[in-house]
């Protein structure tokens, strides 16, 4: 895997601990993105073993995302909260920190988390 994707997968485990748990059906997320990344057996074993303790966004070295992979994390992390069938507040506040941290400014956030929330919704109903 290339540290992008790294980086991308230890987002969404923070993602999926932001309610202070981790789900199945985020393990499952989770799971396909190694798969679609095509992780090697060793990548996948550490990154399994890193999202078995909580993460949070001072775990991540986000600074190193292209634009692009700012705009799919942020996408993928909204999946992730709705997984479950439910966004609650502590991910919502979790999705507006991760935003601001990937440098969106206040209007691109707001803009990219409505239209993410949106897809996430129908997706996933």
Do not use: C, N
């Not at 989770?30 to 993460?55: G, H, V």
Request: hydrophobic share 45%.
């Amino acid at each position: 895997m290339q540290d992008f994707q790294k980086t991308m997968v230890k987002s969404l485990v923070a993602v999926a601990w932001a309610d202070g748990r981790v789900e199945s059906e985020e393990s499952e997320v989770i799971e396909a993105i190694l798969s679609a990344y095509e992780a090697t057996a060793e990548d996948a074993r550490d990154l399994r073993e890193y999202a078995k303790t909580r993460r949070t966004l001072d775990d991540l070295q986000l600074d190193a995302l292209a634009p692009s992979d700012r705009d799919a994390l942020l996408q993928h992390a909204v999946i992730i909260t709705f997984i479950d069938g439910k966004q609650d507040e502590k991910e919502k506040a979790f999705l507006t920190d991760l935003a601001t941290r990937l440098g969106f400014d206040a209007a691109r956030r707001d803009a990219l988390l409505e239209q993410a929330a949106a897809r996430a919704k129908r997706l996933l109903s």
